[in-house]
């Protein structure tokens, strides 16, 4: 880990500092970020660090501060270590990324001040707060650098594509042991502590709070409250870990034997069309196109199970598919769940227009060497927008509504891998772990 993690510093300080030299900057300081407390109490919040720090430097704790100036031999890292008999206090333990810094230890990070050394006028903050800045000589960072920052984050190093696929074999233990919960009859509470214990992580580590449905609520698509309830028929599990920072995002359906023979075709056919779209990722590629194709296996499964009674050409016309698969086939990941660039097409800023036919998706841009995505396609039950087929005539006469009738009660599916687009293929990080 640590060759690779020496290799993708190196890179990311040479392209931050042709970002600094070409904007003018003379030095960039970025806070790993602070503790946020509830309102009215004394208790924090759980703490995320600033993603632009955990690109140079994978500590994951509160505090501390990188300065990043050109012609520097190495970065020069201010690291938090307070005089503190409350908490345990982060440590310097001689690991695999401590050598390329030069290391200053500070007790409270208002003494990052007296000790940092600036030139000139152009220097920029990333932080959350900008108390003590404009005094002490730094602007906060503006939309124009941070648009350059993020697009530098696109291409994963080797590094960094270790710790994605880290994160998915963490992950992939908390989702054997869930299926594993779920087919012996637990309830979406039990099945949560299942993931939790067996992925050996804390709620607070994980990237994002895990959705653990069972039948009707597979078909909420964030459903964030897992229930102390009877098991189920149908389970959907969206769940992913972190290592060094870097996150997955993985999710699976399963179906019990007492589950419609239409829902499982259906789950069957949403897992071979995922791993056709996963297939599909090239460089050069849309991820507009990513999705219309996703969009169009919809049509192709609904009408194979019975569901859609019209031909794909008119279902897709009416934009029927949409009702049953609302929200965009995947997004970018890395550093965030929802990694940024997304829509960015360009390191200036400059975003593609949102497709009217695809208002929720969330990746736009054109598809590169080394970028990290997820393919998520899915297929829902959700009586919100079923209804609004229902009253449009011309697409309700489209549907076999005893069939969906039927299958309401089992929710959705969903399929989700974390890809890597190579120059000749992908390579997929969750499959090898959870074929």
């Keep these: 880990m640590k060759k690779l993690f020496q290799q993708h510093i190196e890179q990311a300080l040479t392209n931050t500092y042709n970002i600094l030299e070409k904007l003018k900057i003379d030095s960039l300081l970025i806070a790993s970020g602070s503790l946020d407390y509830f309102f009215l109490d004394d208790q924090p919040k759980s703490f995320r660090p600033n993603p632009h720090f955990l690109y140079f430097c994978p500590d994951m704790n509160p505090g501390h501060f990188i300065h990043l100036k050109n012609n520097s031999e190495k970065p020069n890292l201010y690291f938090y270590m307070p005089d503190?008999?409350?908490?345990?206090?982060?440590s310097l333990k001689g690991d695999f990324w401590e050598d390329s810094f030069n290391i200053n230890v500070?007790?409270?990070?208002?003494?990052?001040?007296?000790?940092?050394?600036?030139?000139?006028?152009?220097?920029?903050?990333?932080s959350e707060s900008h108390s003590h800045v404009i005094e002490n000589g730094f602007k906060p960072a503006t939309d124009n650098l941070l648009n350059f920052l993020n697009w530098n984050r696109c291409s994963k190093s080797d590094y960094e594509i270790e710790c994605m696929r880290e994160a998915n074999k963490k992950a992939s233990y908390g989702h054997i042991a869930a299926k594993a919960a779920f087919f012996e009859g637990k309830n979406e509470l039990d099945i949560y502590h299942s993931y939790l214990l067996s992925s050996n992580q804390r709620e607070a580590d994980l990237p994002y709070g895990n959705i653990i449905a069972l039948d009707k609520n597979t078909a909420i698509l964030h459903y964030q409250a897992p229930k102390n309830g009877p098991s189920g028929k149908t389970f959907l599990i969206d769940a992913g870990a972190r290592y060094n920072g870097y996150c997955s995002d993985i999710t699976r359906t399963y179906c019990s034997q007492d589950t419609p023979q239409e829902f499982k075709d259906l789950l069957a056919l949403i897992d071979k069309a995922q791993k056709e779209q996963c297939a599909a990722l090239c460089p050069g590629k849309s991820y507009v196109?990513?999705?219309?194709?996703?969009?169009?296996?919809?049509?192709?499964?609904?009408?194979?199970?019975?569901?859609?009674?019209?031909?794909?050409?008119q279902s897709l016309?009416?934009?029927?598919?949409?009702?049953?698969?609302?929200?965009?086939?995947?997004?970018?990941?890395?550093?965030?769940?929802?990694?940024?660039?997304?829509?960015?097409?360009?390191?200036?800023?400059?975003?593609?227009?949102?497709?009217?036919?695809?208002?929720?998706?969330?990746?736009?841009?054109?598809?590169?060497?080394?970028?990290?995505?997820?393919?998520?396609?899915?297929?829902?039950?959700?009586?919100?927008?079923?209804q609004k087929l229902k009253e449009d005539h011309n697409k309700s006469k489209c549907l076999n509504w005893d069939k969906i009738e039927k299958l309401i009660p089992f929710g959705g599916i969903r399929i989700e891998d974390d890809v890597i687009v190579r120059a000749n293929g992908i390579e997929n990080l969750t499959r090898p772990f959870l074929p």
Aim: with cysteine; net charge negative; proline share 7%.
């Design 84 to 90: 503190d008999f409350w908490h345990e206090v982060s």
């Design 317 to 386: 016309e009416l934009d029927i598919p949409f009702a049953f698969f609302p929200h965009g086939v995947g997004h970018p990941i890395g550093l965030q769940v929802h990694d940024v660039t997304g829509k960015q097409i360009s390191g200036s800023g400059q975003v593609a227009e949102q497709p009217k036919k695809f208002p929720y998706l969330r990746t736009l841009r054109t598809i590169q060497v080394n970028d990290a995505l997820t393919i998520e396609p899915g297929v829902y039950f959700i009586p919100l927008l079923l």
């Design 289 to 313: 196109d990513i999705h219309r194709m996703a969009y169009e296996s919809v049509s192709e499964a609904l009408i194979n199970i019975g569901v859609i009674e019209c031909s794909k050409e």
């Design 106 to 126: 500070i007790r409270d990070p208002k003494d990052v001040w007296s000790l940092i050394k600036i030139t000139g006028d152009n220097n920029f903050i990333i």
